[in-house]
């Protein structure tokens, strides 16, 4: 069988933090071969798949011989042979191989590389994109991008609260003109934070390392950034938040360093919806922590209407906590990062059960990247909408949006940009700022 797997190799290598990470490469018997790397994320949530790490002094206790280890041992044994054209019964064997729910003993950052890495295989066994491969013969779009332009939260040093300042550009028309506009923010706001003495340098994901005196500072400086870069406020360039509520958590509350205050989960669920209102707020992502249901259900029947909810720590790209997110009415979208899951096929079952209950996805890299664009792919084959992957400088960032401008290249005239139609229902349709 040509699309057998005969091989599977794992290798260390050094993410975008200068962390090691685990690549894997997979070869058919055709000789048809694919290799992906696992990103690493610095906020985590509790429920997501466990990086497996080696501990000691080496590396920071970082390293990944561990998954390495697990990938060239039980890992290679178990796919040997299996048709890599089934991608759930390759991850079903290292899934039941592993036995456990978080991926703790060969590590989620093992499965997933090996997992990405038998898609590209196939795919190069095809001679399709990645992107063309997953989608069949299903129509696609180009997704509608998240990015960042100031870096907060765990990704700066914690310099500002709220993890994420991210602009989107719904009515940009294409995958390019989202990219120009953003380009052209981007930069504006360097210049008006240097100007103002602000500028502190680039956080993990690339954006600008603020050096504001409260949260709502930076909401401002990004309102006039838009408006230096010739834009429309609620109108060209949107807003986007990642809170990432659950690096707040002090005891029962959330506590925001930079404003000196501690908030309930009803406070903090005021101060965003007043963002929300002052501000071209148009998605907040985990407004509060991972096990707050009320305070997710909250907001959004409080702004949901005009507002992405995302969920991500609250979620952690699983179907089963999307689905009683749901029933909870807590959210309007869920983030999909793979390496939460651990396998493309329950980060798929993830991202399939939110668009059967009418939500909206957003295929996510993290805060630790590399050079691999699988995303890219990901988000355009699996049709998510949208897709977030950090700033709009370093290369492994950039890397994911060149790939994206090649794929609506690749389109054609066929290429259909997602826009506003990647949002949750009205959310976008009805906003007014």
Same mark, same amino acid.
């Given at each position: 069988?040509?699309?057998?797997?005969?091989?599977?190799?794992?290798?260390?290598?050094?993410?975008?933090?200068?962390?090691?990470?685990?690549?894997?490469?997979?070869?058919?018997?055709?000789?048809?071969?694919?290799?992906?790397?696992?990103?690493?994320?610095?906020?985590?949530?509790?429920?997501?798949?466990?990086?497996?790490?080696?501990?000691?002094?080496?590396?920071?206790?970082?390293?990944?011989?561990?998954?390495?280890?697990?990938?060239?041992?039980?890992?290679?044994?178990?796919?040997?042979?299996?048709?890599?054209?089934?991608?759930?019964?390759?991850?079903?064997?290292?899934?039941?191989?592993?036995?456990?729910?978080?991926?703790?003993?060969?590590?989620?950052?093992?499965?997933?590389?090996?997992?990405?890495?038998?898609?590209?295989?196939?795919?190069?066994?095809?001679?399709?994109?990645?992107?063309?491969?997953?989608?069949?013969?299903?129509?696609?779009?180009?997704?509608?991008?998240?990015?960042?332009?100031?870096?907060?939260?765990?990704?700066?040093?914690?310099?500002?609260?709220?993890?994420?300042?991210?602009?989107?550009?719904?009515?940009?028309?294409?995958?390019?003109?989202?990219?120009?506009?953003?380009?052209?923010?981007?930069? /504006? +706001? #360097?210049? &008006?934070?240097?100007?103002?003495?602000?500028? @502190? !340098? $680039?956080?993990? *994901?690339?954006?600008?390392?603020?050096?504001?005196?409260?949260?709502?500072?930076?909401?401002?400086?990004?309102?006039?950034?838009?408006?230096?870069?010739?834009?429309?406020?609620?109108?060209?360039?949107?807003?986007?938040?990642?809170?990432?509520?659950?690096?707040?958590?002090?005891?029962?509350?959330?506590?925001?360093?930079?404003?000196?205050?501690?908030?309930?989960?009803?406070?903090?669920?005021?101060?965003?919806?007043?963002?929300?209102?002052?501000?071209?707020?148009?998605?907040?992502?985990?407004?509060?922590?991972?096990?707050?249901?009320?305070?997710?259900?909250?907001?959004?029947?409080?702004?949901?209407?005009?507002?992405?909810?995302?969920?991500?720590?609250?979620?952690?790209?699983?179907?089963?906590?999307?689905?009683?997110?749901?029933?909870? /009415? +807590? #959210?309007? &979208?869920?983030?999909?990062?793979?390496?939460? @899951? !651990? $396998?493309?096929? *329950?980060?798929?079952?993830?991202?399939?059960?939110?668009?059967?209950?009418?939500?909206?996805?957003?295929?996510?890299?993290?805060?630790?990247?590399?050079?691999?664009?699988?995303?890219?792919?990901?988000?355009?084959?699996?049709?998510?909408?949208?897709?977030?992957?950090?700033?709009?400088?370093?290369?492994?960032?950039?890397?994911?949006?060149?790939?994206?401008?090649?794929?609506?290249?690749?389109?054609?005239?066929?290429?259909?940009?997602?826009?506003?139609?990647?949002?949750?229902?009205?959310?976008?349709?009805?906003?007014?700022?």
């Amino acid at each position: 069988m040509k699309t057998g797997i005969a091989s599977v190799f794992a290798r260390q290598i050094w993410d975008s933090r200068g962390c090691p990470t685990v690549e894997a490469e997979v070869t058919l018997a055709s000789g048809a071969s694919g290799r992906a790397a696992a990103p690493a994320g610095a906020s985590r949530g509790e429920y997501e798949a466990i990086d497996l790490r080696d501990g000691g002094i080496a590396f920071g206790g970082k390293g990944v011989g561990r998954a390495v280890d697990a990938v060239n041992g039980p890992i290679a044994k178990a796919l040997q042979a299996v048709d890599a054209r089934d991608q759930a019964l390759v991850d079903s064997r290292m899934i039941e191989g592993d036995g456990t729910s978080n991926k703790s003993v060969f590590g989620g950052n093992a499965t997933v590389a090996v997992s990405m890495a038998v898609a590209h295989a196939v795919a190069d066994a095809e001679g399709l994109p990645l992107w063309r491969l997953l989608a069949g013969d299903r129509h696609v779009r180009i997704p509608l991008p998240e990015i960042q332009i100031f870096g907060g939260g765990a990704h700066a040093g914690r310099r500002t609260d709220v993890q994420d300042f991210m602009i989107m550009a719904p009515q940009a028309g294409s995958i390019r003109r989202a990219l120009e506009i953003t380009g052209n923010v981007y930069h /504006a +706001a #360097g210049a &008006a934070m240097e100007d103002a003495g602000l500028l @502190a !340098g $680039t956080a993990d *994901e690339g954006g600008w390392w603020p050096n504001f005196d409260s949260n709502e500072a930076a909401l401002s400086m990004l309102v006039s950034a838009i408006e230096r870069a010739g834009y429309r406020p609620g109108e060209d360039v949107f807003i986007s938040l990642d809170i990432a509520a659950n690096e707040l958590r002090s005891g029962t509350g959330y506590q925001l360093n930079l404003d000196g205050e501690k908030l309930s989960s009803d406070e903090i669920v005021d101060r965003v919806v007043r963002w929300s209102e002052d501000y071209p707020i148009l998605s907040v992502e985990d407004p509060v922590g991972q096990d707050d249901t009320a305070g997710m259900a909250n907001i959004t029947a409080r702004i949901g209407e005009t507002v992405q909810i995302i969920g991500d720590d609250f979620l952690v790209t699983d179907a089963g906590r999307v689905a009683k997110a749901a029933e909870a /009415a +807590a #959210g309007n &979208a869920v983030l999909v990062k793979v390496n939460q @899951a !651990g $396998t493309l096929t *329950e980060a798929r079952a993830a991202l399939e059960t939110a668009r059967e209950l009418g939500w909206a996805t957003i295929v996510s890299a993290r805060s630790g990247e590399t050079e691999d664009v699988t995303i890219a792919h990901l988000a355009t084959g699996w049709n998510a909408g949208q897709i977030k992957v950090g700033s709009f400088a370093r290369s492994e960032r950039m890397a994911k949006w060149n790939e994206l401008l090649r794929i609506e290249e690749a389109l054609g005239s066929n290429a259909e940009f997602a826009g506003a139609g990647g949002l949750p229902r009205r959310v976008g349709k009805e906003k007014a700022w």
